[in-house]
């Protein structure tokens, strides 16, 4: 079956330090991957994706690679800022969406 | 503006109340999608319409009932709830649903306490 675990929060960051949000998943076929955002009080929005094996997905300073042979797609940023304070799913999608549980991230000044 | 509106933004209501949410999309969108969020679980996904039609229902128990009346809208009605049904009521659309490339368009949500 289809699944996806992400790291557990919360990670705490300080401004301009690097992030890594861990995210494997378990997929039958070839899925496409996907990293949501949520800020405070908002529905999810579409970070970035990755459609097959080696793309690399990229927005807003944030990237991650679809890997087939560790089955990842881990998102990273070189140096957060405040304002990426959120919570980040990591997502397949098969038949339907699979998403994981969230990380919370607060990055502080 | 997230393409996605969904009203209200939050409600509180009794166990014996009835009362809908509301989704809203102008992207011109054929599938669209309820979905629950609870703290520390993964998204549940309730209902899936596709061109109006109901293509999946996840096991949902009755006291939540769906309605599309056009690809533009679709309804979440909500009578008898319990406590546990508290949670982020999510609706998202999607181009359509066999298109596994697309991700979804989320609105806001409706934060829903039963009391």
């Known amino acids: 079956g289809n699944s996806v675990t992400q790291m557990e929060g919360p990670v705490t960051l300080s401004e301009e330090a690097f992030l890594t949000i861990n995210c494997t998943y378990t997929?039958?076929?070839?899925?496409?991957l996907f990293w949501y955002v949520q800020y405070p009080g908002e529905g999810l929005q579409l970070l970035l994706k990755a459609t097959k094996a080696d793309d690399k997905g990229s927005n807003k300073g944030f990237e991650a690679t679809y890997r087939k042979e560790t089955t990842s797609f881990h998102l990273e940023k070189g140096s957060v800022q405040v304002s990426d304070s959120a919570v980040y799913f990591c997502?397949?999608?098969?038949?339907?969406?699979?998403f994981g549980t969230g990380t919370s991230l607060t990055v502080i000044p | 503006e997230t393409g996605v509106t969904q009203t209200p933004r939050h409600l509180v209501m009794g166990m014996t109340n009835k009362k809908s949410l509301k989704c809203e999309q102008h992207?011109?969108?054929?599938?669209m999608y309820w979905y629950k969020q609870s703290a520390k679980k993964p998204l549940e996904l309730m209902f899936v319409y596709s061109l109006e039609e109901r293509v999946e229902n996840n096991s949902v128990p009755s006291r939540f009932s769906p309605e599309c009346p056009n690809s533009s809208h679709l309804f979440l009605h909500l009578h008898t709830l319990q406590p546990e049904d508290s949670a982020l009521y999510l609706c998202?659309?999607?181009?359509?649903?066999?298109?596994?490339?697309?991700?979804?368009?989320f609105g806001s949500g409706t934060r829903l306490t039963v009391v």
């Open positions: 998202a659309s999607s181009q359509d649903q066999i298109e596994l490339n697309y991700g979804y368009t």
């Open positions: 992207l011109g969108h054929n599938a």
């Open positions: 997502a397949l999608r098969g038949n339907q969406f699979y």
């Open positions: 997929a039958t076929g070839y899925p496409s």
